[in-house]
């Protein structure tokens, strides 16, 4: 079954406390990318990645780090996590050119810095 | 800039009731326009899209058609269920070299037997 997944799905921290949550395609998608979504604002993009190694700032990247060094897996990563990051995570993927660019959603990952 | 505008809502409706939800985009390019879904604790998933002007998308009895003219793409069905509860997101991507997706900020629909 083509999918994307995440993990974890729910997720309490503290704040300064490292995580990481991760991304995993099995579509061979070339385009990966994470999103947040918080009331009232909407999904608003986080970092994009167009293949491996290439990786991209979003609209909202302070605070977050990624890496994509294989194709399937594009793991997000909060090096000190604080509480304006709580928030709904959600990870995408697509094939790269125009007709493949419907953007398959993870099942999202909760988050909630102390 | 690209950007995606949608009614705000929520919007209340009767089992059975039509609904529309409007969209309208501006766009640096030639843009392919999507709807998605997300139901109550799930990601988000396509329920329809429309790549050029004039055509129109259709899905589970959704239909939005793509008015280049108006750079619109409202949401339409003619008999909602309470299983269409859920957050309808507009989005686009340029069709012109590779480019990320821009979503609206979601209307949520609830539906009421």
């Known amino acids: 079954e083509a999918q994307v997944t995440q993990n974890p799905r729910y997720l309490i921290t503290v704040t300064g406390k490292k995580l990481t949550v991760t991304c995993s395609q099995n579509?061979?998608?070339?385009?990966m990318s994470w999103y947040r979504q918080d009331p009232g604002l909407g999904l608003r993009q986080i970092y994009y990645?167009?293949?491996?190694?290439?990786?991209d700032k979003g609209d909202v990247p302070e605070g977050y780090k990624v890496s994509r060094k294989e194709k399937r897996n594009f793991p997000l990563i909060l090096e000190s996590p604080s509480p304006n990051q709580t928030s709904l995570y959600f990870c995408a993927s697509s094939g790269f050119w125009a007709g493949e660019d419907t953007q398959y959603f993870g099942p999202g990952t909760r988050l909630t810095v102390l | 800039g690209n950007s995606v505008t949608q009614m705000e809502g929520p919007v209340t409706l009767s089992e059975e009731a039509f609904l529309t939800i409007n969209c309208t985009y501006t766009a640096t390019g030639y843009p392919s326009l999507f709807w998605y879904v997300q139901y109550p604790g799930e990601g988000l998933q396509l329920l329809l899209k429309a790549t050029k002007a004039d055509d129109k998308g259709s899905n589970k009895g959704f239909e939005a058609t793509y008015r280049k003219e108006t750079t619109s793409f409202h949401l339409e069905k003619g008999s909602v269920q309470v299983s269409d509860s859920a957050v309808y997101f507009c989005?686009?991507?340029?069709?012109?070299?590779?480019?990320?997706?821009?979503f609206g900020k979601g209307t949520m629909l609830l539906v009421s037997p």
């Open positions: 990645s167009m293949n491996v190694e290439v990786t």
């Open positions: 579509m061979n998608h070339e385009y």
């Open positions: 989005a686009l991507i340029l069709n012109s070299g590779y480019s990320t997706l821009t």
